[in-house]
T-cell receptor, first 112, second 113 residues
Framework: QKEVEQNSGPLSVPEGAIASLNCTYS??????FFWYRQYSGKSPELIMS????GDKEDGRFTAQLNKASQYVSLLIRDSQPSDSATYLC????????????FGKGTMLLVSP | NAGVMQNPRHLVRRRGQEARLRCSPM?????VYWYRQLPEEGLKFMVY????????ESGMPKERFSAEFPKEGPSILRIQQVVRGDSAAYFC???????????FGPGTRLLVL
């Protein structure tokens, strides 16, 4: 079983819709969770971090964490064409320091 | 406040040559991480360093690869005797304290001919 799994996509949504991106992880001791956005040929850019069960909202983005189900998701409301990118889920397993394990990413395409 | 800086942005080497990739963390950050992204693959952790110390190198290949973060100057990822399979994007990230959010640099794209 892969450590961090994401559907590779592409996930296609029309402009203005809600995009829902999902991620599962295998290691129950995982401590913290991150969503990064990566445009083609660019570096990962942090969108959200989440550490506790429940929802965390930041503008149009909402991260959801369920440690019992080992599941983390990212919702993007009012999707814009500029949101078209690959979204990377990252998990930190270590409590003492941070080394991230990434999923392969989900490509999101928002059509005008 | 300048972000994480990496140079060169693009590097071309022939098989058997050495590649040196440099990373300057964000101001105030003393923790540096190196990741590699192969074509069509996810980001893979390679090594985590603090000033003058390697904390975790569990993701680094045992041969040809080395990393350092000296007291003065940037962190350096060194690849000796490069092979075509080393062609990838190498990203450096930094964080201010242990277990804090990591911020990525623009990456170095290495092409081995």
């Amino acid at each position: 079983q892969k450590e961090v799994e994401q559907n590779s996509g592409p996930l296609s949504v029309p402009e203005g819709a809600i995009a829902s991106l999902n991620c599962t992880y295998s290691d129950r001791v995982s401590q913290s969770f991150f969503w990064y956005r990566q445009y083609s040929g660019k570096s990962p850019e942090l969108i959200m971090s989440i550490y506790s069960n429940g929802d965390k909202e930041d503008g149009r983005f909402t991260a959801q964490l369920n440690k019992a189900s080992q599941y983390v998701s990212l919702l993007i409301r009012d999707s814009q064409p500029s949101d078209s990118a690959t979204y990377l889920c990252a998990v930190n397993r270590n409590s003492g320091y941070s080394t991230l394990t990434f999923g392969k990413g989900t490509m999101l395409l928002v059509s005008p | 406040n300048a972000g994480v800086m990496q140079n060169p942005r693009h590097l071309v080497r022939r098989r058997g040559q050495e590649a040196r990739l440099r990373c300057s963390p964000m101001k105030g950050h003393s923790h540096v991480y190196w990741y590699r992204q192969l074509p069509e693959e996810g980001l893979k952790f390679m090594v985590y360093l603090q000033k003058e110390n390697i904390i975790d190198e569990s993701g680094m290949p045992k041969e040809r690869f080395s990393a350092e973060f000296p007291k003065e100057g940037p962190s350096i990822l060194r690849i000796q005797q490069v092979v075509r399979g080393d062609s990838a994007a190498y990203f450096c990230a930094s964080s201010p304290v242990v277990a804090e959010t990591q911020y990525f640099g623009p990456g170095t794209r290495l092409l081995v001919l």
